[in-house]
DNA sequence: CGTAATTTGTTCGTATGTATC
DNA sequence: TGATACATACGAACAAATTAC
């Protein structure tokens, strides 16, 4: 909280706009107070008012319009669907099983993913998604510390983690996924009750918050037949 | 010209830098003039460079770095169109290598994914991706006769048959792409110079012109680390 | 309907901080 | 280490669009 003191000002105002969303003081829709109104109470200049606006604008969380106050924009881009990427894990019958969950020190890539410092320590929590009783993917979830906290009583419950984060009003503003491939080591193809050297497809995954805080960083590997991924791009 | 006068200055300044790119006085990669050449060379202040500055950077076209130069982006927004679906072979020298390419009587899928006619021939060709001389890639592509007319005389010299196409007045509207995996079989091994079983990605794709018939329908098995792909959902 | 007040947009100037070269 | 370049932050004035009376 007090590290929050670095963060440049508008970044600082940035935040403040944006819990004030979160926590519903301002409504999809609603107008939030004008530029003068913010500059008296955060008793800043108008360039860094302007500054945290427009960075928001920018992220479709507000909306301006010249003469008319700026409003929260209607359906703050919360799981607005994803035009034409389908990502869809095959079967009915869905569960996972915990196989690790805990806190972790050491983890440079992750870290460095998450845009965390070095001191911090990072959720890591394993998982194996099970479609009909037959797994289908080996994943690795890295976690914040605050997030890990949320995920923490439903990590086994849960197949998609994006829901319950939702409802702890933590919501994302983009994602970026990396497909791949690898053969299975030993160790997956034990857990996946597949042959080792057989095919997965790998997706990596980073998830960053409305508030530009990584959410998420992610690696599974797919039984490349239990899953489809599927874009479609123009029309 | 007379018209930018109703223009706001930094948006006049924008289309100038812009200009300068597509003109290639500056390059992708190149840095481009400090804020404080640019404030005397149009003779306005720095919030006026600074706006027109950002809104580039906004869009991925120039790229900044407090303590060094602005610079143009690498592969500035290449793909209007495509909202952040990223497709590409990793290398610096690329080639491909034609290895069959010959009309098909008897290819129920192909057809079948192509909207052919049971009577209909196709074309089928195959060929093999290489990046910096070493092959990455194995490419079956099905195309309709005249489609196949039109790549026939350079299928061994075009790494994308897209820009061909486009000459010839042959444009896309809509592209469908399926990412899977699958174990390398012997013969493709062989053409890839790796071990049989080794893991590969698998891309499926669909394209579709702009008079909605399609144009071509493709099945492509990378080794995975020869290319990237990446898309970003949001923003 | 028109006018005044309000609100955001544009543009100037200046000073200081901080990362890069 | 010093010079350079971008980032942050303050203040001020006018323009243009909207809103309220």
Request: aromatic share 8%; proline share 6%.
């Amino acid at each position: 909280m007090s590290k929050q003191r670095k963060l440049p000002l508008y970044v600082q105002i940035k935040n403040k706009l944006v819990n004030n969303i979160k926590e519903g003081v301002w409504q999809p829709g609603e107008a939030i107070p004008s530029e003068s109104q913010l500059i008296e109470q955060y008793n800043v200049s108008r360039t860094t008012i302007r500054q945290a606006i427009q960075d928001l604008v920018q992220k479709d969380v507000l909306e301006t319009r010249r003469g008319a106050p700026t409003r929260v924009k209607e359906e703050p881009q919360v799981d607005k669907g994803n035009p034409g990427i389908i990502h869809k894990e095959i079967g009915t019958n869905m569960e996972v099983k915990v196989l690790r969950f805990e806190k972790l020190k050491e983890h440079y890539y992750a870290k460095y993913q998450l845009d965390l410092e070095e001191d911090e320590e990072v959720y890591v929590l394993e998982r194996l998604r099970i479609a009909d009783s037959k797994p289908i993917a080996y994943q690795q979830l890295y976690l914040p510390i605050p997030i890990g906290e949320v995920v923490k009583g439903v990590a086994s419950d849960v197949f998609d983690i994006f829901p319950v984060l939702g409802q702890h009003n933590i919501h994302h503003s983009n994602i970026q996924e990396m497909v791949s491939g690898s053969n299975a080591t030993q160790y997956v193809a034990d857990l996946l009750g597949i042959i080792p050297g057989e095919a997965l497809t790998d997706i990596e995954r980073t998830t960053v918050g409305i508030d530009d805080k990584p959410i998420e960083y992610s690696r599974t590997k797919y039984i490349p037949n239990a899953f489809m991924y599927r874009m479609e791009i123009g029309k």
